[in-house]
């Protein structure tokens, strides 16, 4: 008789490590994701997700296209998500453009701007905080 196929198999990392975790909203599969975050990438996403949350009281969660994503509200679009690089964290801003001052790395869309976590990273808790309480004040990206 064959084996049945475990059913708390560990996500499967995509390129970069990222891990594929399926679409879903609330809390319970953005912590999925952080749990199956490798390496040093858990802790900034456990930072990450704190910071968020606390930030941004009755921040709306989700896992979309293998990232985490929060929003102001449900069905009123996305401020922020991150994504797990071969050797970073991409944090994206959706209206980064809008922020001040702007997250420091471009991006391809007109207003999304990031920030990249290395290994080695110091968190600026005070700035991200920042960033949080402007972009919730801002109408979501609706992806």
Same mark, same amino acid.
């Not at 891990?19 to 809390?27: E, F, H, L, R, V």
């Given at each position: 008789?064959?084996?049945?196929?475990?059913? #708390?198999? !560990?996500?499967?990392?995509?390129?970069?490590?990222?891990?594929?975790?399926?679409?879903?909203? /609330?809390? +319970?599969?953005? =912590?999925?994701?952080?749990?199956?975050?490798?390496?040093?990438?858990?802790?900034?996403?456990?930072?990450?997700?704190?910071?968020? #949350?606390? !930030?941004?009281?009755?921040?709306?969660?989700?896992?979309?296209?293998?990232?985490?994503?929060? /929003?102001? +509200?449900?069905? =009123?679009?996305?401020?922020?998500?991150?994504?797990?690089?071969?050797?970073?964290?991409?944090?994206?801003?959706?209206?980064?453009?809008?922020?001040?001052?702007?997250?420091?790395?471009?991006?391809?869309?007109?207003?999304?701007?990031?920030?990249?976590?290395?290994?080695?990273?110091?968190?600026?808790?005070?700035?991200?905080?920042?960033?949080?309480?402007?972009?919730?004040?801002?109408?979501?990206?609706?992806?």
């Amino acid at each position: 008789m064959p084996a049945k196929p475990s059913t #708390t198999a !560990a996500p499967k990392l995509l390129s970069g490590g990222n891990p594929q975790i399926a679409k879903g909203d /609330g809390d +319970g599969t953005v =912590q999925a994701y952080i749990a199956a975050m490798p390496g040093w990438k858990r802790a900034f996403g456990e930072q990450l997700d704190a910071l968020i #949350t606390d !930030a941004v009281p009755g921040v709306h969660k989700a896992v979309r296209w293998n990232s985490p994503m929060y /929003g102001v +509200g449900e069905g =009123q679009g996305w401020f922020l998500s991150f994504h797990c690089c071969t050797r970073y964290i991409k944090v994206a801003l959706f209206h980064g453009t809008l922020l001040e001052p702007e997250p420091p790395e471009p991006s391809r869309q007109a207003t999304t701007r990031y920030l990249h976590l290395y290994e080695d990273s110091v968190l600026d808790r005070a700035q991200l905080v920042d960033w949080l309480q402007q972009a919730r004040a801002l109408p979501g990206v609706r992806l």
